[in-house]
């Protein structure tokens, strides 16, 4: 089984600094992991994914994250965010099966 | 052309009604999910069906009823309406289970009264 921890549940930051949000795993088998993004009363969108090879991720809207295994870490950055970054985060991972498990979700709140 | 839909948007009712969310999805997928967010943000799989036939069910209390009639479609039926029940669902879809194509539907916003 697989679980998901997600520290920060709101992280505030002003706009065009830099944001980093944690992401930490357990697992016992190798993992696929990713993270997805939430505006206010819509479904989840897919921010970007790590399933194998590079361990430096590049998604959409300029984020990335950092696959870290011995630390078991995927945390999500970008060097500088917009307002309309502001959003729930989630982290999610699956052991290669059909179900993933989701963090329980980081609100990123950028401000002016 | 949205890829998954869900309807209704919305769904306010009373408690102990019974009442149906319909899922679709267009991307030609044969794997579809139900989710549930609870107020807290909390998001946990209910249920996973695979071209129609029930794959994952968490445990969830028998008065939801997941139906598949073909797979491309993944209603949810639920029984006896609780307070507890008010919750976003959210309907997905994947191709051959694999959560990296997973695609999400917008959500339906249930609040039991």
């Known amino acids: 089984a697989q679980s998901v921890t997600q520290l920060d549940s709101q992280v505030p930051v002003f706009e065009e600094a830099p944001v980093e949000l944690r992401c930490n795993y357990s697992?016992?088998?190798?993992?696929?992991l990713f993270w997805y993004v939430q505006y206010p009363n819509q479904g989840l969108q897919l921010l970007l994914k790590?399933?194998?090879?590079?361990?430096l991720v590049k998604g959409i809207n300029g984020f990335e994250a950092e696959f870290n295994k011995s630390q078991t870490s995927f945390h999500l950055r970008k060097p500088s965010v917009h307002i309309s970054d502001t959003a729930e985060y989630f982290c999610?991972?699956?052991?290669?099966?059909?179900?993933?498990?989701f963090g329980t979700g980081t609100q990123l709140k950028v401000e002016l | 052309d949205t890829a998954v839909s869900q309807t209704p948007k919305y769904l306010v009712t009373q408690m102990g009604n019974d009442k149906s969310i319909k899922c679709e999805q267009n991307?030609?997928?044969?794997?579809m999910y139900w989710y549930k967010q609870d107020s807290k943000k909390f998001l946990k799989i209910m249920f996973s069906?695979?071209?129609?036939?029930?794959?994952i069910n968490e445990t969830v209390p028998n008065r939801f009823s997941p139906k598949s009639p073909d797979k491309a479609h993944l209603n949810l039926h639920i029984n006896s309406l609780e307070l507890g029940d008010s919750a976003v669902y959210f309907c997905a879809s994947s191709q051959d289970g694999n959560p990296e194509t997973q695609y999400f539907g917008p959500g339906t916003r249930l609040l039991v009264l």
């Open positions: 999610a991972v699956t052991g290669g099966g059909n179900k993933l498990t």
């Open positions: 069906y695979n071209n129609k036939e029930l794959i």
């Open positions: 697992s016992s088998v190798s993992v696929y």
């Open positions: 991307l030609g997928h044969d794997t």
């Open positions: 790590y399933l194998s090879g590079s361990t």
